[in-house]
């Protein structure tokens, strides 16, 4: 469970307070706003990419915010979307004459509140797009993506964004950029265990013994069905059965993989998972570029995992691997 | 009802709107938790909280007050719940402004706040939402229009209870839970067992009133 806390009713205050406490080397708050921005921020000409969402999922969202990556992020409360009002003034701290990409998991608060904003700025004559991420496979049909929700995949999108922006393309670049690498991209997870909220005793969900459950969310919600638990080999297989059969047609089959741990299942057992989907990927001719095995985006102290496959071409592979700096991921030039 | 009276009511209102969610929100809790992310109550309380923190500011009209503490209620929320009450609640306090609080002029004034909270949401009846307990409920209160408000409001309440007991039978197609499907049956929704608190928390306060007389 959520162990440290002092009125949960001020957890994000005093997260956001600490987080800046310990990365003013990359973030300031925005006053009187629940959010971040980047140090070396706003920049003239840039496009501002401002991302967000409920807390809870650390290194998502404020984590990601530095240059190379966002300029910043709005937080909600845990697992709750951040409120209209935060979005706008957060999005009037950084917005410069490039316009901003608004860029987040695709859940119904998130669209609502971001959605207010965003037309709230276009009245003001403010050029606001959006881009949800959408990759959970587990949440929709693949003829219904635009339904599905955002998890770990949010990595690999905000980055893409963050990249077009950062080398100074326009707002229309920027946006298409993001949307090609939003529609590459395919995430799928199973959960072992619930998560905690701060203040509460109980979990939100409970994963009876040696059974596990598929198609998590990240934000304790119960997966979409249940089984047996199972070996790390065969979790594997089952992990890349269900993205393998979204592999899009044609070309060469190269990568970006990101196997995420969602905070209370630890870097040594992801390692063994990941040697077998490793196996399995050369086996299917799949070669994959800078493999990221972390935790990127959590569900507080949930147990379980979810891979995520951003599937490249050169103009996504060459914003993939330009560096960024942030408390969350750091990509060096080198 | 004078001026004086009527922000007075509001003010009292919107307190009981608070308590019955503090009194209720480990239940909302749960319920949320069965298809989404169990923060259902807390989320209520700590809206409703900042609605009543902007009551002591001085308000011309009880319209006024009802859309102040509706944007307070939507900020301090966030979320999906904090966007769509707040919508909710700020148009039907624009609509309602100084009055007259007839019957007819309040439903008028939470319909518009409806018709708000569907084109956001992109929610029908049906769709296991708030709007399968504030549809039964407006439709219901329509057909009191001509009685007084304490007494149409009343007539109304069982539409809205009722509508909020079929939504264990409905399968959610909008919101988080959506994802869920098929394991959000047999559980009420949140949103409309909250909306009915409410609606049951505004009844005890004008009920009270009109008893008083």
């Known amino acids: 469970m959520t162990k440290l806390w002092n009125d949960p009713a001020d957890f994000r205050a005093e997260l956001i307070d600490g987080f800046v406490a310990a990365y003013g080397r990359y973030v300031r708050r925005i006053p009187d706003a629940s959010g971040v921005m980047a140090v070396d921020g706003p920049r003239s000409g840039k496009v501002a990419v401002i991302i967000g969402g409920g807390s809870g999922h650390y290194p998502a969202f404020c984590g990601y915010v530095g240059p190379g990556l966002a300029d910043a992020a709005v937080m909600g409360n845990v697992f709750a979307a951040p409120s209209s009002e935060q979005v706008y003034r957060c999005t009037q701290a950084v917005i410069g004459n490039a316009g901003a990409l608004y860029c987040y998991g695709n859940y119904s608060g998130d669209v609502l509140n971001f959605d207010m904003a965003a037309m709230r700025c276009q009245m003001e004559g403010q050029d606001v797009r959006t881009v949800r991420v959408t990759d959970d496979v587990a949440s929709a049909p693949p003829d219904q993506q635009e339904k599905r929700r955002g998890i770990s995949g949010d990595f690999f999108v905000f980055k893409i964004a963050g990249a077009s922006a950062a080398r100074g393309d326009t707002l229309d670049e920027v946006e298409r950029l993001t949307r090609h690498a939003n529609a590459r991209t395919r995430s799928f997870g199973v959960a072992f265990g619930g998560c905690t909220l701060p203040g509460q005793t109980e979990p939100l969900f409970t994963v009876e013994p040696g059974r596990m459950e598929l198609g998590l969310g990240v934000h304790g919600e119960p997966g979409v069905s249940s089984s047996e638990m199972r070996t790390a080999a065969e979790i594997a297989d089952l992990l890349l059965d269900t993205l393998l059969a979204e592999r899009p047609d044609g070309g060469e089959a190269r990568a970006a993989l990101l196997l995420n741990g969602l905070g209370n299942t630890k870097y040594e057992e992801l390692f063994v998972l990941y040697k077998d989907i490793d196996r399995r990927l050369a086996q299917e001719g799949v070669r994959i570029h800078r493999p990221v095995v972390d935790e990127q985006v959590t569900s507080l102290n949930m147990a379980g995992c979810s891979l995520s496959l951003l599937w490249l071409d050169d103009e996504l592979e060459a914003l993939l691997d330009a560096p960024c700096a942030s408390a969350g991921y750091v990509q060096s030039a080198l | ?213």
């Open chain 2, 1 to 213: 009802m004078s001026e004086a009276t009527s922000v007075e009511t509001m003010r009292r209102i919107i307190r009981q709107a608070l308590a019955s969610m503090e009194e209720h929100a480990d239940e909302l809790g749960r319920l949320d938790a069965a298809a989404g992310d169990g923060d259902h109550g807390i989320t209520m309380v700590r809206g409703m909280k900042a609605a009543v923190a902007v009551l002591d500011a001085n308000a011309p009209d009880a319209g006024a007050l009802l859309s102040r503490g509706a944007l307070a209620f939507s900020d301090a929320a966030g979320g999906a719940s904090g966007a769509l009450y707040g919508m909710l609640f700020a148009t039907a306090g624009r609509q309602l402004g100084a009055g007259p609080y007839a019957t007819a002029d309040v439903a008028a004034a939470m319909r518009a706040g409806c018709d708000v909270v569907m084109r956001l949401g992109k929610a029908q009846p049906g769709d296991k939402t708030l709007l399968d307990a504030l549809e039964p409920f407006l439709v219901a209160l329509d057909a009191a229009a001509d009685r007084p408000l304490p007494v149409a409001w009343r007539t109304a309440l069982p539409a809205a209870q009722a509508g909020t007991a079929a939504t264990a039978g409905m399968v959610a197609s909008c919101g988080r839970s959506a994802t869920l499907g098929e394991r959000s049956l047999g559980h009420r929704d949140p949103g409309a067992v909250s909306l009915t608190y409410l609606l049951e928390a505004v009844d005890k306060v004008i009920g009270e009133a009109e008893s008083d007389r």
